[in-house]
């Protein structure tokens, strides 16, 4: 499956922003996705998953309450809304996806499979 980001862009702080992750190649719907992000000088870090079906989500205590991770299986398409944005979350976004697999940690990165190129998201104090 192939995955593609957008929506990133500059935000001032307590902002929105809403991004996409757009899917080709195989059934999405069958596939969990999960946001990553990673700033400058530190380690790609897990920001929340949704199940294939969409029935479960899951989030960081980082942005938990504050982000929310939908999908539209029709669209192939899953987003990340971001609200009350802070500088903190400053980083590139991106956007992974597996066969369900209730065994595999969310956390580890080199637990998904496929990877989407990323967006920026920039957040001004």
């Known amino acids: 499956v192939q995955l593609q980001a957008s929506g990133g862009g500059l935000v001032q702080a307590g902002g929105s922003l809403r991004l996409s992750c757009a899917a080709s190649?195989?059934?999405?719907?069958?596939?969990?996705v999960g946001w990553f992000r990673q700033a400058p000088g530190k380690k790609r870090e897990f920001v929340g998953r949704?199940?294939?079906?969409?029935?479960?989500?899951k989030y960081a205590d980082s942005v938990k309450g504050r982000f929310t991770i939908s999908r539209d299986n029709a669209k192939s398409t899953v987003y990340l809304q971001m609200n009350s944005l802070k500088p903190e979350d400053t980083a590139i976004y991106s956007c992974?996806?597996?066969?369900?697999?209730?065994?595999?940690?969310?956390?580890?990165?080199?637990?998904?499979?496929?990877w989407g190129q990323g967006t920026q998201v920039t957040v001004s104090s």
């Open positions: 190649g195989r059934t999405f719907s069958d596939y969990a």
């Open positions: 992974a996806a597996r066969l369900p697999a209730p065994y595999l940690s969310d956390y580890d990165t080199g637990e998904w499979e496929y």
């Open positions: 949704i199940s294939w079906s969409g029935g479960t989500t």
